[in-house]
Nanobody, 115 residues
């Protein structure tokens, strides 16, 4: 079992930056595939970014060049640095941990980008 707690969301103007954090506990962090997803009102939850156990990263086309995912295994934490934010980035952002076909989710953190 893995527990995930997100933080760092908030209200920011277009063009601004935010950094989300996801603290993991419960099982060895380093073996998990960690990622971020987001869900806007009335829409399905969409993939944003993922990072493998050895640091490989993958991004949705809509955030490439603007968002950066990273992980600190010593702190059992994964981060999402979001730059050049746009109103269309407004959503609830969820941290995800995946291992052996099982997904774990945090409670989500709201990100609102005003125009």
């Amino acid at each position: 079992q893995v527990q995930l707690v997100e933080s760092g969301g908030g209200l920011v103007q277009a063009g601004g930056s935010l950094r989300l954090s996801c603290a993991a506990s419960g099982r060895p962090f380093s073996s998990y595939l960690m990622g971020w997803f987001r869900q806007a009102p009335g829409r399905e939850r969409d993939f944003v970014a993922r990072i493998t156990w050895n640091g490989g990263t993958y991004y949705a086309d809509s955030v490439k060049g603007r968002f950066t995912i990273s992980r600190d295994s010593a702190k059992n934490t994964v981060y999402l640095q979001m730059n050049s934010l746009k109103p269309e980035d407004t959503a609830v952002y969820y941290c995800n941990a995946a291992l052996a076909g099982t997904d774990y989710w945090g409670q989500g953190t709201q990100v609102t980008v005003s125009s």
